[in-house]
């Protein structure tokens, strides 16, 4: 199989980035999740799709087909594929950060094995606030991550409806994802912790040394 090479515009995550999306109307919904899975498919690279609920499935290929997606088309050619949370996150009916990373590195090499350049990955988080085993460990998944995402060809997009989650919870979203989309294209973002921070005995002291770092960075900057 042939696929054109992979390709990062400017401003546009590529292969090796871990962002979230943070959204508040479905107006922006469809304004940051479409253009992400349209312009996976435009450079080739094989899409995964994670829906929270199968019954969500036509309205998603009916915004992409508004956007001129081919949406029959690549999913019969295998490019496309839509899933629900049960296929990927809760295997056996529980959450499980090590089995859940495991799975990204093999979907990563059979998109490899089928000539694809990247992965490109994107899933509706919702489906842990339903009280699912494991679903607690969700934001350690999250940080975990990013000890893995920047080896591999493989772009992970987390979808946080924020009408859905606690602020607190949505704190700590931003706080493992170094790319954050919220208007418009993903920019870095300041809020982000490393693993080695964020996981650490004291979370606090390690947000604190994070903070003060940017502070004096931006302090530099600024000079």
């Not at 940051?32 to 498919?41: A, C, E, F, H, K």
């Not at 990247?118 to 969700?138: C, D, F, H, N, Y």
């Not at 170094?178 to 920019?187: F, M, R, W």
Request: charged share 25%; glycine share 8%.
């Amino acid at each position: 199989m042939d696929h054109a090479p992979a390709q990062r515009a400017p401003g546009h995550p590529g292969p090796g980035d871990h962002l979230c999306c943070l959204y508040e109307s479905e107006s922006d919904f469809r304004a940051m999740l479409v253009p992400y899975v349209r312009r996976g498919l435009e450079a080739g690279q094989k899409v995964v799709y994670v829906l929270d609920d199968r019954t969500r499935e036509s309205r998603l290929r009916h915004l992409l087909d508004e956007d001129g997606v081919a949406v029959e088309h690549y999913l019969s050619t295998g490019q496309l594929a839509i899933l629900v949370h049960s296929d990927v996150y809760v295997r056996d009916g529980a959450f499980d950060p090590e089995r859940m990373i495991a799975l990204l590195r093999a979907e990563v090499d059979r998109a490899r094995s089928e000539s694809y350049p990247a992965l490109r990955a994107t899933g509706e988080m919702t489906w842990s606030r339903r009280g699912i085993p494991g679903s607690e460990r969700l934001i350690e998944y999250e940080a975990r991550l990013n000890d893995v995402v920047p080896s591999i060809p493989l772009i992970a997009n987390c979808q946080y409806d924020c009408r859905r989650f606690p602020h607190a919870q949505l704190l700590d979203v931003l706080h493992t994802h170094p790319l954050a989309q919220v208007d418009g294209e993903p920019v870095a973002n300041p809020y982000y912790v490393p693993p080695r921070d964020f996981l650490g005995v004291n979370r606090e002291a390690g947000l604190l040394r994070h903070r003060i770092r940017a502070l004096r960075e931006m302090g530099a900057e600024g000079k």
